[in-house]
Every structure is written in structure tokens, then in C-alpha cells.
């Protein structure tokens, strides 16, 4: 590669020492050298940063409060990035790993296709070649909003029009892996730390920019290991679980750092739902899905078939 431009790597860290370290392992022997990693810890209390300093000399730590969720922390590394002439920002989190040659890859990638905004396929760290995700999407006027392109999906899975391809077209991305060109920062600003303080601006920026006419893209072959917990089919429901879980999930609307905050939910339906869908976009995620599990719940459907097999016996 003749063309090495300065790439800054962002990485919002808090309280999870074993997991930063981890990452850094495997993050700092990384073959591209012009690569500057960023930490921004969030106020860490469990001795992150003691660590970091003592092992990692090298890296760039900023100190920010805790209330600087993923969001606002992202963002003071992008700033600082690009006072320091950054060509690309890459965001990425510190619960995952990459291999030596990542950001080789990715910006090869990137100078080849000529691409502004290029993602990461993202695997499964303990299901390697399991997608995790493949770009995202929305299904407006459900409740399915934001939703991960082939999740669950092995790659020797994929259509052949998908993986024959080196990236992808994409709607949106998951801000794990995501190299950004600094002129997209120019034209669109920065992460939305207003209405999406912690979940989902990273899709929303991705959203801003195909609104101003950026197109994203996503690599089918350069891969982030996410340490991610998530169901391998679906959750079996009690009674009493499925009876209080509109109490739990309504809970959740409130609580800024879940993904079902209704602040950053509210505000991406109404800035990029089409009209006529924003309504039962809201409907459906907000009323709707607080009574999925009555669907699903497998112990009540087997206990009422058990209830009429006897009674029909009888």
C-alpha cells in the first residue's frame, strides 16, 4: 500500500479492565503503521487506566466523566482525532478482537473501492464464521427497527451475490469496526449525543449520512470478534415472566443506557421513518412488543395442550 493515510482508532472504555486489556493484546501489534489508538475512559473505577498507562505507554488516553456514555465518549476521541489531522476515524469497542492485519485490510478496502464510510462483518467471538452482523437495517412500520443484516447467518451461508463480493451496499452499521473518511464529520457533525446519548447513535450516524447522499458500505471478509451474550433460539417464558415482562420491558424505556430508550427511538422514527409508517413504527415498538412473549411462551402453550389432551381423554 503506497498510500498510508493516518488512521485514529476510538475506543470508548469503562470498568471492564480484563476486556480492554485483552483487546489492547491483540490491537496494538497491528500490522498498519500509521494507526493511533485513542482510549476515552468514562471515569473508570476498577484501576483501567493505572494499567494502560503502566503497559501501553504509547496509546492516547483521555479522561472524560461518567456520564459520557458511549456516545459523547466517541466523540471526544473523534475531536481529538481530527485535531491532530486524522484521515480516518475508526470506532471500535474494546469487548472484541481483531486480527494483526485489520486495519491493514480495511483500509486497503477502503482506498480501493474509494468508500467514505466502511464497516466490518462482524462474527460471534465464540462461533467464529457466525455472523453477528452484516450491515443492519430498518423494517419501518414494525417493530423491528434497527435490525442486524444475516445475525445468525454462517458465512459459508451467505447468497453467492453477497459473499462472491469484497463490500456490500448497507443501510446503516453497528459502530463496532466502522472506518469513517473525516470529510463525512465535516459535511454531517458528529455522533448525536442530544437524543442518543448511549445505544443507536452509532446507526444514526450512518442514517445522517445516507440522508446526505454518503453511501456506506460493509466488508464481507474483514472481521471484528464480538464478545456478545445473545439467545441461539428463542427465550422460553413462565406464566409469572410473561405476565410481568410488560412491567420490566416498559422500565427499560426509561434507562438511558438500554437499547430500548424511548428518547433515541422516538427520535429516529421521526427523522428517517417514511410518514405514513412513523405512527405504527411507535405503535408497534412502544405498546406492541411489551406482549410478544404471550406468543412465545412454550411452558403455557404446553400446559394448556396437556390440560385439553386430559379433559378430551376424560
Not at 405476565?243 to 433515541?264: E, W
Request: charged content about 20%; overall charge positive.
Amino acid at each position: 500500500m503506497n498510500y498510508s493515510p493516518k488512521v485514529f482508532a476510538v475506543i470508548p472504555i469503562r470498568n471492564r479492565k480484563d476486556k480492554t486489556l485483552r483487546f489492547l493484546k491483540r490491537f496494538i501489534d497491528q500490522t498498519y503503521e500509521n494507526l493511533h489508538i485513542v482510549l476515552v475512559d468514562a471515569n473508570s473505577t476498577d484501576g483501567t487506566q493505572d494499567v494502560i498507562v503502566s503497559l501501553y505507554p504509547q496509546v492516547t488516553l483521555i479522561d472524560v466523566d461518567d456520564e459520557c456514555y458511549w456516545t459523547a465518549s466517541t466523540n471526544k476521541g473523534i475531536e481529538y482525532s481530527l485535531n491532530n489531522q486524522a484521515d480516518f476515524i475508526l470506532t471500535i469497542n474494546d469487548d472484541s478482537y481483531v486480527d494483526i492485519n485489520y486495519v491493514r485490510d480495511l483500509v486497503g478496502l477502503a482506498i480501493k473501492y474509494d468508500t467514505d464510510i466502511l464497516g466490518s462483518r462482524i462474527d460471534y467471538m465464540d462461533h467464529p464464521g457466525l455472523i453477528w452482523s452484516l450491515g443492519s437495517y430498518s423494517n419501518w412500520g414494525t417493530k423491528n427497527i434497527l435490525q442486524l443484516s444475516y445475525n445468525k447467518c454462517w458465512i459459508d451461508n451467505l447468497p453467492h451475490s453477497i459473499a462472491d463480493q469484497e463490500v456490500i451496499k448497507v443501510e446503516a452499521l453497528a459502530g463496532n469496526g466502522v472506518l469513517i473518511k473525516k470529510t463525512v464529520f465535516k459535511k454531517i457533525g458528529l455522533y448525536n449525543e442530544k437524543f442518543l446519548p448511549h445505544y443507536h447513535a452509532d446507526s444514526e450516524l450512518i442514517m445522517r449520512a445516507v440522508k446526505n447522499s454518503i453511501q456506506p458500505f460493509a466488508s464481507t471478509n474483514v472481521v471484528v470478534y464480538n464478545d456478545c451474550v445473545d439467545f441461539f433460539g428463542k427465550p422460553q417464558y413462565s406464566w409469572k415472566q410473561a405476565l410481568t415482562y410488560p412491567i420490566r420491558y416498559a422500565k427499560d424505556f426509561f434507562v438511558k443506557r438500554n437499547h430500548v430508550y424511548f428518547i433515541p427511538i422516538i427520535y429516529i422514527t421521526l427523522t428517517y421513518c417514511p410518514l405514513v409508517k412513523k405512527i405504527p413504527t411507535l405503535i408497534s415498538f412502544f405498546f406492541i412488543s411489551l406482549f410478544i412473549p404471550l406468543k412465545e411462551v412454550t411452558l403455557i402453550r404446553t400446559r394448556i395442550k396437556r390440560f385439553l389432551s386430559r379433559n378430551i381423554m376424560n
